[in-house]
């Protein structure tokens, strides 16, 4: 045979030879893999590969037509016309912040924070100070200086104007109808009322800051007649717009200035009626849960427990009693005839 013929007949047994081989050891390694691993005897832990059941067929889902994946309607179609509410009308003020209710035409709810340092200060005067309705909410909804015109009822601060004095601006916006509620005069407003602010501000003999947040309640009440449960308000106004509350709560933390720090937490709920001055305050304390199962409102859904400490066992929860009379007579004038400009009458409140 020539060369050639012999390295053709040698590359050709190569080849064959290195297919065989191939073929040799991946049989044996195919029958290695598929073959357990045999264990030592010396040894008492299982290395065989684990075996896991095979899964259980998963049922298959009857198709549904597509007409039945689309709604045949688009309620939320309504949203082109506009959002119909409710609508919180959300104030951010220097002094306060206030959520008002555009169907009671009260405020739901007002929060403030005083500290010592605020209310040592004395840049306003609220003989400077002006009711006036908040062009912030649209006019249809709003309280009017004439719904309060003859109701006999008095235009209750939420955030009384001495908390705020401070500031003329910051005065001065305690004076807005969406910081009032109608309140009841003597024995309430100018009485009772006027020292549980007293006493809240007393509070910062105690705290370095105290957070406030006040607003009405419109509270069931049963008929003597039939024993059932009903709620029933007056409303005032021409036409009859706002509404009276039942009742007010004021929600109060004292915070000791530290970060994450204790609070003292105190809940208390008035009727807006006469008290009579003797009354004692924890009379009226709730736990923090009734205010907001009554109200609708979360007040402290952020505040641990272990941080939480009972306002009336931190400070004694009474009332410092004065007579604000003189006071009040130094700011009444004469009473504003419907639809007036912002009258300097500063009815039914003190200094």
């Known amino acids: 045979m020539s060369k050639a013929a012999l390295a053709l007949v040698a590359a050709a047994g190569a080849a064959t030879g290195a297919v065989a081989t191939a073929a040799f050891y991946a049989s044996r390694s195919e029958r290695r893999r598929l073959s357990p691993t045999p264990t030592a005897a010396s040894s008492k832990t299982d290395i065989s590969p684990s075996r896991t059941a095979p899964s259980p067929p998963i049922p298959s889902q009857p198709t549904r037509p597509l007409r039945d994946l689309i709604a045949p309607v688009d309620p939320s179609g309504i949203f082109q016309y506009g959002f119909p509410g409710p609508i919180n009308d959300l104030a951010t003020r220097s002094a306060l912040v206030s ?31 002006y009711f006036t309705e908040d062009a912030a909410v649209p006019e249809k909804f709003r309280a009017k200086l ?34 009032m509620c109608p309140q009841v005069g003597d024995g309430f407003n100018r009485d009772y009322w006027a020292h549980l602010e007293d006493f809240c501000r007393r509070l ?77 305050l924890t009379d009226f304390e709730v736990p923090l849960e009734a205010v907001e199962r009554a109200s609708g409102l979360e007040f402290a859904q952020e505040l641990p427990a272990h941080r939480r400490r009972r306002l009336c066992s931190e400070v004694q929860c009474s009332l410092l009693v004065r007579d604000w009379t003189d006071r009040q007579k130094a700011f009444q004038q004469p009473q504003p005839q419907p639809q007036p400009q912002p009258s300097r009458q500063i009815e039914s409140r003190r200094s």
């Open 204 to 280: 910062t003999h105690h705290f370095p800051s105290v957070r406030i947040v006040t607003g009405p309640l419109y509270l069931p009440r049963r008929d003597p007649v039939d024993g059932k449960w009903r709620v029933s308000y007056e409303v005032i106004g021409n036409p009859p717009n706002v509404a009276v509350p039942t009742h007010f709560f004021k929600v109060i933390m004292g915070e000791d200035g530290k970060n994450g720090g204790l609070v003292a937490l105190g809940a208390f709920v008035l009727p807006n009626a006469e008290i009579a001055n003797d009354k004692p």
């Open 99 to 129: 959520s008002f209710d555009r169907r009671l035409r009260n405020p739901s709810w007002v929060a403030e924070h005083i500290t010592p340092e605020s209310l040592s200060q004395h840049g306003g005067d609220r003989k400077h100070s």
């Open 146 to 179: 004439h719904d309060y015109y003859r109701s006999g009822y008095d235009r209750g601060h939420q955030v009384p104007a001495a908390d705020a004095k401070w500031n003329q601006q910051a005065m001065d916006e305690t004076f807005y109808l969406t910081n």
